[in-house]
């Protein structure tokens, strides 16, 4: 008996480590693709099908010669799932998304969402009357904390169940008209009608057709809003000038140097070689080849000096760009920015709270 329970515990073990190291990678992938967040429950997670509906989904992209790259926390799925990223989380509910979403927003970027969510709220007899209101507020809290993400919110699946069914019918005949009222970046998407019973693994999850049907409609709401799938930002591998629109000048490392700790600035335009950035699928922007935009000391505070440095993969060293021009640091939240929207040459670029300002826009050139 005492070996029996000890390979027990042994196997429990071992099915916790790979658990484990399934959920917590070294590293998100990323291919500098456009940045894409799958975000929702046990659905978007894959329960049944680990990967889920992002199986299909990134193979439907693949194939249309699309570069996306999915990010969030989560990680899982098979090796026909070419990015494993993803924002699922079993169990939870509309408040439960809510609770994170800014900080997920702030780390990740993403240019685009895919929200499926509800599932739970329904299951769990959780204050359904308000379900409603409480996806509108997360929808505001996405639109506020970032207005110029595409973001896609669905009618959740059906459910075998009878009286689980007829909640979650009551839920998605509600979300239309939150959906209405949210701009032109929000965009509804029927995930119920495509399923039948008969797709459902457990009453509730989907299976591989489940899955497979899903991928197929988020493709095809993606394909329908071509700026959903089209990154912003230069393309990854191409010397580009970065232009600050307002001051008409370029971000320029100062005096042309090489030193580690040169300070960066805002020059005339003159296609220089300290004037050309070429953005990396990691994330970097490296100048001369070997020297990489740096925030110095890895600060967090406002007004910290943007510099070069030897590139050595830090939160430091990686940008994303938004869609409004902003070039983000995702280990801060914060933005390169012009001081005091100065537009002289000589001005230094320094990191500031992002807020929308021409100091804070830069286009490539």
């Not at 989907?206 to 799938?229: E, F, R």
């Not at 440095?309 to 021009?325: M, R």
């Not at 914060?334 to 500031?352: E, F, M, P, R």
Request: overall charge neutral; proline content about 4%; aromatic content about 6%.
């Amino acid at each position: 008996m005492r070996r029996r329970l000890a390979g027990i515990g042994l196997a429990l073990a071992l099915v916790a480590g790979v658990i484990a190291a399934t959920a917590n990678p070294a590293q998100a992938e990323s291919n500098g693709g456009v940045r894409v967040m799958p975000l929702g429950d046990s659905i978007t997670d894959g329960y049944n099908v680990p990967g889920g509906y992002r199986i299909n989904l990134w193979q439907r992209l693949v194939a249309a010669g699309r570069t996306v790259d999915f990010v969030g926390s989560g990680f899982n799925g098979p090796a026909s799932l070419g990015d494993h990223d993803h924002e699922g989380h079993s169990g939870w509910r509309i408040d439960q998304l809510d609770a994170n979403i800014v900080n997920w927003l702030r780390t990740y970027t993403p240019r685009t969402v895919l929200l499926h969510i509800g599932t739970n709220d329904m299951n769990q007899n959780y204050d359904i009357a308000n379900a409603p209101a409480r996806l509108s507020a997360l929808i505001d809290r996405i639109r506020a904390n970032a207005p110029d993400v595409e973001l896609f919110v669905a009618q959740i699946t059906p459910e075998t169940d009878a009286t689980l069914e007829a909640r979650v019918r009551a839920y998605n005949a509600a979300i239309p008209g939150i959906v209405a009222g949210k701009g032109s970046k929000t965009h509804l998407v029927d995930l119920h009608s495509p399923l039948t019973t008969a797709d459902l693994a457990d009453g509730v999850h989907p299976n591989q057709a489940g899955y497979d049907k899903m991928a197929a409609t988020w493709y095809s709401a993606l394909i329908a809003v071509p700026g959903s799938l089209q990154a912003s930002g230069p393309p990854v591998g191409v010397a580009v000038s970065l232009v600050n629109p307002q001051s008409t000048r370029c971000m320029d490392v100062s005096g042309a140097s090489t030193v580690a700790g040169a300070q960066i600035h805002i020059w005339d335009c003159h296609n220089g070689a300290n004037q050309k950035w070429t953005r990396t699928a990691a994330g970097e922007l490296r100048v001369y080849g070997n020297r990489c935009l740096d925030v110095n000391a890895s600060g967090t505070a406002n007004g910290t000096k943007i510099q070069i440095w030897d590139c050595n993969g830090t939160g430091a060293q990686k940008f994303t760009f938004q869609s409004n021009g902003s070039i983000v640091v995702p280990a801060s939240g914060k933005c390169l920015d012009v001081t005091g929207s100065g537009i002289a040459n000589g001005t230094k670029v320094q990191l500031y709270t992002c807020n929308g300002t021409g100091a804070q826009r830069w286009s490539a050139a």
